[in-house]
Antibody
């Protein structure tokens, strides 16, 4: 069965960086893209960006351009999301989510990780 | 960015009621519209994709319709386990979500 297992909770100081991992299993990793979606406490869902696990192509939300980098390690079927220059409003639960279809851009998210809480506080 | 306006933001209904949520896109997105359910402390769950297709394993009381800019999500007979927040999401361009509809039991 398809599973996405994320790394554990993080506490970071403002200005620091965080790198969250998402280990996939139960399917051919390189056949589907991975998106990252975050949710601030009590707020809605915000799409952050997408990476093709096939060729590493990325699309990032404009507001995060320059602060976020998404990568994959196909040898371990793991996707990574790094966010730099953290601010207090980056405090959120971060989810990875798999594309439902083999496409060249993000579309529909059929499997999700369990979420990783990142807290940014001095 | 394509803006998704979802309404209402909250809704209270009784078990057995028919519940409808709407989502309006800021531009034509064809049928590139999905609906998700999120329960507290859990990851979202895909219910409807491509505006009207029921995801495998999702009960048939859930349905979706619409195309272009106006979309509707319906629960035909509300069950206690349907208490959650529901989100629409477009993928015509880079994905964006509606602000969510919190559904409560009356």
């Amino acid at each position: 069965q398809v599973q996405l297992v994320q790394s554990g909770a993080e506490v970071k100081k403002p200005g620091a960086s965080v790198k969250v991992s998402c280990k996939a299993s139960g399917y051919t990793f390189t056949s589907y893209g991975i998106s990252w979606v975050r949710q601030a406490p009590g707020q809605g869902l915000e799409w952050m960006g997408w990476i093709s696990a096939y060729n590493g192509n990325t699309n990032y939300a404009q507001k995060l351009q320059g602060r976020v980098t998404m990568t994959t390690d196909t040898s371990t079927s793991t996707a990574y999301m790094e966010l730099r220059s953290l601010r207090s409003d980056d405090t959120a639960v971060y989810y990875c989510a798999r594309d439902k279809r083999e496409r060249y851009s993000p579309d529909t998210f059929d499997y999700w990780g369990q979420g990783t809480l990142v807290t940014v506080s001095s | 960015d394509i803006q998704m306006t979802q309404s209402p933001s909250s809704l209270s209904a009784s078990v057995g009621d028919r519940v409808t949520i709407t989502c309006q896109a800021s531009q034509d997105i064809s049928n590139y519209l999905n609906w998700y359910q999120q329960k507290p402390g859990k990851a979202p769950k895909l219910l409807i994709y491509d505006a009207s297709n029921l995801e495998t394993g999702v009960p048939s009381r859930f349905s979706g319709s619409g195309s272009g800019t106006d979309f509707t999500f319906t629960i035909s007979s509300l069950q206690p386990e349907d208490i959650a927040t529901y989100y629409c999401q477009q993928y015509d361009n880079l994905p964006t979500f509606g602000q969510g509809t919190k559904l409560e039991i009356k």
